[in-house]
Structure formats: C-alpha cells, structure tokens
C-alpha cells in the first residue's frame, strides 16, 4: 500500500463527514471528498507538514466545497411527466426546503463572521473537532477555543436575529 492509499483510507471518512456537514448533500459530499483527495494527490510533496494532515485535508475540503458551490449556479431540467410520477411527499421536501434555507442563512452569518471565530466555528460544527483539538490547530489553551467557539455562536446567532445589521462583525 501507498503512502498515499494509508492517507486516503486513514482520512477519507473524516473528509466526507465534514462536507456532508456543510452541504447536507450525499452526491455533493461524494464528489467533493473525490476531488478533495485528488487535489491533495496532486499537491501532496507541496504539503509542508505546519499542521495535521486530516486539518490539511479538511482545508482542501472546504475550499473544493466553496468552489463547487460558487460554480453550482445549475438548474437541471426536469421533464413535467416524469414530475407526475414523483410520489407526493411535500412535507418532507418542504421541510428539506426549510432545513436548506436554515443552513444557507447560517452560511450568510458565517461568512461574515471574522477569525479566527468562523474558523473556529467551522472545526468545531463541521469537522467535529474537539476543543483540545481546535487548539492544538491553533496553538492556543482548550479554553481559548471553547471560548472563541461559544463567541463566534453568539455572533452567528446574533447576526441571523438582526441584531447585527448586514455589514461585517
């Protein structure tokens, strides 16, 4: 086996689960996690080893979503008899609906959040990270990262209430 084939089956799962977790999207987490893994192919002797290789995999990760996500302007056409035949489940497509519209009004907090709370954030929501491993990350206390965490919540929170306007934070 590989150096690389070690690096894809150690870490692969842990890739997947944190873009499954920003995009809510099976198919979109599964292709995003393939084209992480082959980036990080490609760019592999570019790793200089400052940090974790699940945190570089992650980063990799995540700028792979964004640029999908940007590029994802796409609308599929979907015939109107093939429609007729989609059994009616609209609670359940409504409350997808809702649960999608949720998550892009967190994105839109999130975004304007600055670091390093919304980095914070995304290891810790995202990633599933633990408060000592956001730390070592960073190179600061556990108690900075539950804090900075817990901070950057209240900004998210406060930012999706209004209480914040629509300019930076």
Not at 27 to 51: N, P, V
Not at 115 to 130: D, G, H, I, T
Request: charged share 30%; hydrophobic share 35%; net charge negative.
């Amino acid at each position: 086996m590989t150096d690389f084939e070690q690096l894809y089956n150690t870490y692969f799962n842990d890739v997947y689960l944190y873009i499954l977790r920003l995009s809510g999207n099976e198919h979109m987490a599964e292709e995003i996690t393939s084209d992480t893994f082959f980036k990080a192919m490609k760019s592999i002797d570019s790793f200089r080893g400052d940090c974790d290789v699940r945190v570089w995999l992650c980063q990799i990760a995540k700028n792979c979503y964004y640029s999908y996500t940007k590029k994802s302007n796409r609308t599929e056409h979907i015939d109107e008899a093939k429609m007729q035949e989609i059994p009616d489940l609209a609670p359940s497509v409504a409350e997808e609906c809702a649960r999608r519209d949720e998550i892009e009004r967190i994105q839109k907090a999130l975004h304007n959040v600055s670091e390093p709370y919304k980095e914070v954030f995304l290891w810790r929501v995202y990633a599933q990270l633990s408060f000592k491993q956001i730390a070592e990350i960073f190179g600061k206390t556990e108690n900075w990262a539950c804090v900075t965490y817990h901070r950057a919540r209240k900004m998210i929170k406060e930012r999706l209430e209004g209480k914040n306007g629509e300019n930076g934070m």
